[in-house]
């Protein structure tokens, strides 16, 4: 996928983990849209070089964009806990 070009076909592959439409997000494929964003980056998750809107993101995936939002917050909270759990093992380490 790195040596593709920007201007080749959207990438089909869909079971990378990097494929904007990737199987293991269980996207309502019926509802998905065709967006100047997607086909900017080709389906490529590793063009994008800037974040996305929740809107963005909403109406690329076709769902809403309260549902992008809770997500976003589910991987932050996600995010801070394993942080945390870093920290206390670190301190654990050095107390030994």
């Avoid at 990378?16 to 086909?39: A, R, V």
């Avoid at 996305?52 to 909270?77: D, F, H, L, M, N």
Wanted: hydrophobic share 30%.
């Amino acid at each position: 996928m790195w040596g593709r070009f920007l201007d080749s076909e959207p990438c089909v592959n869909y079971r990378c983990p990097h494929n904007l439409l990737w199987d293991g997000l269980k996207l309502n494929l019926s509802e998905i849209q065709i967006t100047d964003k997607t086909l900017e980056i080709g389906n490529c998750c590793c063009f994008v070089h800037e974040p996305w809107a929740p809107e963005e993101i909403g109406t690329a995936w076709g769902v809403a964009e309260e549902r992008i939002s809770r997500c976003e917050s589910k991987g932050w909270k996600k995010l801070r806990k394993g942080h945390l759990y870093i920290i206390s093992q670190l301190e654990e380490q050095r107390k030994t």
